[in-house]
């Protein structure tokens, strides 16, 4: 019998685990899994003994108690369970191997999800993979000019994203104090990361600097801005333009 083959996104490789119950049963499996928001993402799970499969059962962990999501069985085929109907896929590659591909991930896929291999006559033996769901924005800035002094230009940087992003400055010997951070956890469990930045007007002439560099950095992509500096006489404007990371 020929399986079908589904598109897997997988973003990071790691270690498998292998658990069971006795030495006759193990069941390799990853213990986390990664998804970007909004794609799709493929859970797999494997008995590595040869037995007689009857049944494999795919539930999510919810408040610490389990509910069925989806089943597979050579009799029956695939079936799954409101409300993963359409967005819910669980296929076996072979008898002692099964996958769940969750389409189109959201915030409320976010959990433990647990794979169950009823053998005959030895009972259910099962392995359990978390989810985790990350995104990002891009990094957005508001640059505030200071009509009362020419000594320094004040800036602000922002992005959203999970888990938090991180945001910096180079070169640091133009920042008059150390930025102001702010972090705000959001409903949807993203995290908003606010730097306020106190540029020395100062030090960007006597360092003759034609651009500062503004990084973030997070898991799912790196972003960088070229702030380009140009001063004329006591006057100095800026600009921002996005560069590639």
């Not at 819910?88 to 996958?99: D, R, V, Y």
């Not at 009362?148 to 180079?170: M, W």
Request: charged content about 20%; some cysteine; overall charge negative.
């Amino acid at each position: 019998m020929g399986f079908p083959c589904h598109p897997i996104i997988q973003l990071l490789m790691l270690p498998l685990r292998v658990q069971g119950s006795d030495n006759r049963h193990r069941i390799k499996h990853k213990n986390n899994e990664t998804a970007i928001l909004g794609e799709n993402v493929t859970i797999f799970c494997n008995l590595t003994t040869p037995v007689d499969v009857v049944q494999i059962t795919w539930q999510k962990i919810q408040d610490s108690l389990p509910q069925n999501i989806g089943t597979y069985s050579s009799k029956y085929g695939e079936k799954t369970l409101p409300p993963y109907i359409d967005r819910l896929h669980c296929e076996a590659i072979e008898p002692n191997s099964s996958f769940i591909t969750i389409r189109e991930v959201t915030f409320e896929v976010e959990a433990c999800y647990k794979c169950l291999f009823n053998v005959f006559p030895h009972g259910s033996h099962g392995g359990q993979i978390c989810l985790s769901i990350i995104t990002v924005s891009e990094l957005r800035t508001e640059l505030q000019s200071n009509l009362d002094s020419e000594d320094f230009l004040r800036f602000t940087y922002l992005a959203v994203g999970k888990p938090a992003p991180q945001i910096s400055l180079f070169p640091l010997q133009v920042l008059i104090n150390p930025p102001e951070e702010s972090l705000a956890l959001n409903p949807s469990g993203t995290v908003t990361i606010t730097e306020m930045y106190n540029v020395s007007l100062e030090t960007v002439r006597s360092l003759r600097l034609r651009h500062l560099i503004v990084h973030m950095d997070h898991p799912l992509r790196n972003e960088e801005k070229i702030i380009p500096l140009s001063v004329k006489q006591e006057c100095l404007s800026m600009c921002l333009k996005p560069h590639p990371s």
